[in-house]
């Protein structure tokens, strides 16, 4: 084939057409030859979304600041903003060297960038699809590893599309050279020390010279083996969904109902829905081992990748990793304040209905989290009751109990996150308050 903007213009609406219909593209630009090419070529496709670039500067090479000046500048010349972000990689031994290290900041910052009607578009092709594979292989990686990556998959608020996967580097080196292109050599690209740039200029070349057309074989393996995953999502999404749970809380009597396979592929399915990263085959046996078949009496926690797993009685809870963080008690409140990403944020609607008496928000509420001897007396309940009872009684998760937040005035406590509100601080109208993405407290 003979890749060209209007090809990509065409792929591009096949791609978004499951998706809902996104007003931006964000562009994932390092400045390579492939990043380039899909650049220059959105640029000159026919289409009615906006287009940013986004160059990721990780400060890994001396050279950094030079790329991102030249990518800057060559997005200039097509008429195109690009912002240039600054990350620093996370620890490589928490994921297993420095490429996955820096690509996980990477998609760390897309996700923080993205809204609802964003699409990101990253230029991976049909020969990166063939390393990833390969690569994944010899890990031992299961039926999604060798998969390899997919078209389109949820990313945050938005998606992540690849729509070159079915193209090779020669197509797109041909359509680089016909429109003049310049683009960035980074030198680590040749470093076989690196597992990808090893495969990519060692065992691959070996490959095509017995089978020239081995990354179309692959990407051939790849589709049958995401058809085999998408059915395999059918069934766990049955399995898991027979009691009309959320995702992120499981069954534990569902899970055990199960063959040991089913188990496997229901928790990977939900792991990935809620977009966090998959446990490795040996985490996943302890999972079941050790949470999902632990004694009714027991708490455990399973934490891997900056992901955790809790069982309490009966329900097994997913989420991401709680960090020792340094709760943000003690400050005052007069509206909406974040809590910081693994607890939410506190939002309070304008007046209406029954809430919060606005005289109270306005002059200032102190914001705390439980430290033991809370008490609280509840619209049409004649005596206090103490916040560990209510919390007990209201069968909120023990780990969660003293993260709840609190809300006083002149030193009593007057709503308890969204749960409750003391009767004195009532009004009508009143403000809801509303306690927004926070982790599951039930």
Known sequence: MTFSADWLQARLSELIQSLPPPNRYLVAFSGGLDSTVLLHALSQADIPQSILALHVDHGLQSESKLWAKHCKSFADSLGIACDVLQVTPHDPKDYGGIEAAARAARYGVFKGFMTTSDVTLT???????????????????????????????????????????????SSLHAYALKHN??????????????????????????LQSRWPDVSRGLA???????EANAMLDEIAAGDLQAENRSLDRLSVSTLKRLSRPRQKNGLRFAIRQLQMPLPTAVQLEHIIDDVVHAGEDR????????????????????????????????????????LGDNLGRLHFDPPSGEGLNPALVEQGLELRFRKGGEEILLKGQQHTKTLKNLLQEAGVVPWMRDRIPLLFADDQLVAVADLWLAAHACSSPGMVVRWQHHPPIY
């Open 181 to 206: 292109l310049q683009w960035i050599e980074d030198p680590t690209n040749c470093d076989t020390a690196f597992d990808r740039n090893f495969l990519r200029h060692e065992v691959v070349p070996l």
């Open 220 to 226: 051939r393996s790849a589709t049958h083996l995401q």
């Open 123 to 169: 230029a991976h092709h049909r020969d990166d699809q063939a390393e990833t594979q390969l690569f994944n292989l010899v890990r031992g990686a299961g039926l999604i590893g060798a998969a390899g990556m997919r078209d389109s998959r949820p990313h945050g608020d938005g998606h992540i599309v690849r729509p070159l996967l079915t193209v090779d580097r």
């Open 299 to 338: 708490m455990p926690v399973m934490q891997w990748s900056g992901a955790e797993i809790r069982r309490y009685r009966d329900t097994l809870y997913l989420m991401r990793a709680r960090p020792d963080e340094h709760l943000p008690g003690g400050q005052r409140v007069h509206g909406n304040i974040h």
